[in-house]
């Protein structure tokens, strides 16, 4: 495990109702007469429930964060959330670029670094999203787009701001197949590398890399060993407080 503080992110997706706030006040009393974690904790629940997460967590170290934000910060975008508007309903991340956002809405890189920089520009932390398909993958060209979406989707403000970079293998997202821990640890070594060629050594190695791809209570300690391997995107598994727990615990 890098040096670097690991931080393990939920993203409930589109679920969760407000009886769902009993499943994150079980986490928090997992939290506080468990083990303290030694990862930072953070939920990103969906909009509806977004300030409750933020207000119920908060004294259990929950920190609260958005699926998404427009680049804009205010204007005539029905149905959109500005990045402010998460930051004022107490978000400190936001999940940006992630590959459901890029597939099922045609969000082009370019996109994901207009939100990551509105996103900095509110005071949030953006967690930007990367990885290839299976198609990619099997034409051998996963490393290559992954350094694409790297190149552009990371705004230039990453170098004074902080960024988490989140590596998801599409074909791997709520599958349930998983790649080897050397295919994760050579994409990982991959984008640190292009994050120090980029942000200089100091800035490069700070940068936390997270695995998100069928991230499970019975894979998540071997995976969250692996070398530049900071920390865990968490789909499903984040609904059920014991096994979002058990996940967190692995590090």
Known sequence: ???????????????????????????????????????????????????????????SGIIAGGQDCHAEPSGAHTGDISASMLADAGAQYV???????????????????EKAEAAIGAGLKPIICVGETEAQRNAGDAESVVAGQLATSIPDAAGQHEVIVAYEPIWAIGTGRTPTLDEIG?????????????????????????????????????????????????GGASLLAKDFYTIISGV
């Open 186 to 234: 050579q994409m990982h070594d991959t984008i640190r590398a292009r994050l120090v060629d980029r942000f200089g050594l100091s800035k490069g190695e700070s940068i936390r890399i997270l695995y998100g791809g069928s991230l499970k209570p019975q894979n998540a300690r071997e995976i969250l060993g692996v070398a530049n391997v900071n920390g865990g995107l968490v």
């Open 1 to 59: 495990m890098s040096t670097i503080s690991p931080l393990i992110a939920g993203n409930w997706k589109m679920n969760g109702l407000t009886h769902s706030l009993d499943e994150l006040a079980e986490l928090a009393r997992l939290l506080t007469t468990g083990e303290a974690p030694r990862a930072l904790v953070v939920v990103c629940p969906p909009a509806t429930l977004l300030a409750a997460v933020a207000a119920q967590g908060a004294s």
């Open 95 to 113: 999940i940006v670029g992630h590959s459901e956002r890029r597939t099922d809405h045609g969000e082009s890189s370019d996109t994901v670094r």
